[in-house]
T-cell receptor
Framework: DTAVSQTPKYLVTQMGNDKSIKCEQN?????MYWYKQDSKKFLKIMFS???????INETVPNRFSPKSPDKAHLNLHINSLELGDSAVYFC??????????????FGPGTRLLVL | GDSVTQMEGPVTLSEEAFLTINCTYT??????LFWYVQYPGEGLQLLLK?????DKGSNKGFEATYRKETTSFHLEKGSVQVSDSAVYFC??????????FGTGTSLTVIP
């Protein structure tokens, strides 16, 4: 069983469209994250939710809106997609927010290409 | 603020060569340190971690020692294999809400 899963794995779409990426974890973790990885492999945190509440909201355009219907799911909705949104988006989870023992578990990534 | 600095890649080694990937950090508290590995087309996986000074993390032949005096957590492996080809990320967490990742170092091992 996959611990952290994301759908879709690949997403190719036109500029200006609205799209969503879904993430689910079956680890019983309380905290979930979204990261963006650019073409140079640089990894940047976007959002973090703990028990469905937003705890980290880095400087990302407000076209990106996370939604957490329950603590096992954290979806990412992107409005009015732009070319610069092309990247790999990783979902991750951890038992709790921070703490020196924490390990994050990553999903396989969603490769988004905006044309 | 907290940060992690990794050696720039890419790194290309022959099979059975010795590997070192340098990582240094800046943190206000007493962070835990991690190495994550990303194989081609996959997400990041935890490789090893150390939670206090002088701890050594090890896994799959890789090792890293938490050095508080030099604020470093260098990754080493004595004999790399082709299957070790991946991108390696150094990271820290200091008890706050956020991980800080390095920029990643790409390793290619050639037969």
């Amino acid at each position: 069983d996959t611990a952290v899963s994301q759908t879709p794995k690949y997403l190719v779409t036109q500029m200006g469209n609205d799209k969503s990426i879904k993430c689910e974890q079956n680890l019983g973790h309380d905290t979930m994250y979204w990261y963006k990885q650019d073409s140079k492999k640089f990894l940047k945190i976007m959002f973090s939710y703990n028990n469905k509440e937003l705890i980290i909201n880095e400087t990302v355009p407000n076209r990106f809106s996370p939604k957490s219907p329950d603590k096992a799911h954290l979806n990412l909705h992107i409005n009015s997609l732009e070319l610069g949104d092309s990247a790999v988006y990783f979902c991750a989870s951890s038992h709790s927010p921070g703490g020196r023992q924490e390990t994050q578990y990553f999903g396989p990534g969603t490769r988004l290409l905006v044309l | 603020g907290d940060s992690v600095t990794q050696m720039e890649g890419p790194v290309t080694l022959s099979e059975e060569a010795f590997l070192t990937i340098n990582c240094t950090y800046t943190a206000t508290g007493y962070p835990s340190l991690f190495w994550y590995v990303q194989y081609p087309g996959e997400g990041l996986q935890l490789l090893l971690k150390a939670t206090k000074a002088d701890d050594k993390g090890s896994n799959k032949g890789f090792e890293a020692t938490y050095r508080k005096e030099t604020t470093s957590f260098h990754l080493e492996k004595g004999s790399v294999q082709v299957s070790d080809s991946a991108v390696y990320f150094c990271a820290l967490i200091d008890g706050g809400n956020q991980f800080y990742f390095g920029t990643g170092t790409s390793l290619t091992v050639i037969p």
